[in-house]
């Protein structure tokens, strides 16, 4: 789409595509949220996302592209609010002296997406199978009862979805 020779430099495209672009992306996104804020958080991490890409001139249609970085952007915060809102459900079961403080929730808030990120590229049974063994501590025999497989299988489920894991954190700690 950009084939001037002066956008072969990265800032310059980057540039070229934000000016033509951001207003138009923060206007659509303002029709599906009820926001206007939100609409330009998620329209700048769409553009911070594009910035990321290591070959920015390859993007022929930049809009389809800045569209579904967007939509990702918009499933990850719906996803973090759920997870969120499951996590306080489930706290308020608990006595207050048992709360964690307002700094420690947001680090067990961090984590809780950094683990459902990890596990949702695992098949439903492998999510399970770690759910089930490291929430409400079955054994691999009751997992894999439960699950109507073999414990060998279970073993394999667990092991990716702890691999995946440990990965996730790695990525973060860089």
């Known amino acids: 789409m950009y084939s001037d020779a002066r956008l072969d430099k990265k800032p310059d495209l980057l540039s070229l595509i934000f ?4 207003r138009w ?8 949220i009820a926001y206007g804020c ?3 958080d998620v329209a700048s991490e769409a553009f911070l996302r594009l910035a990321q890409l290591p070959n920015l001139s390859s993007v022929q249609e930049p809009r389809a592209m800045l569209t579904t970085l967007a939509k990702r952007v918009l499933y990850e915060n719906w996803r973090k609010r759920d997870l969120e809102k499951a996590y306080l459900a489930a706290l308020s ?11 420690q929730q ?5 984590a809780l997406f950094i683990i459902d990120q990890a596990l949702e590229g695992l098949c439903i049974k492998a ?9 409400d ?6 997992i894999a009862n439960e699950l109507g497989v073999s414990v060998s299988m279970i073993r394999k489920y667990i092991a990716k979805a ?10 973060v700690d860089e």
């Open 19 to 22: 000016r033509s672009d951001y």
């Open 25 to 32: 992306l923060t206007d659509r996104l303002r029709r599906r």
């Open 38 to 40: 939100e609409a330009e």
């Open 93 to 103: 079961n608990k006595p207050e002296m048992y709360h964690p403080s307002p700094e």
């Open 106 to 110: 947001e680090l067990l808030m961090e």
């Open 127 to 135: 999510r399970q199978a770690f759910l089930y063994s490291q929430l």
């Open 137 to 142: 501590g079955m054994t691999y025999a009751e």
């Open 162 to 171: 702890l691999t995946n894991c440990y990965l996730a954190t790695q990525d």
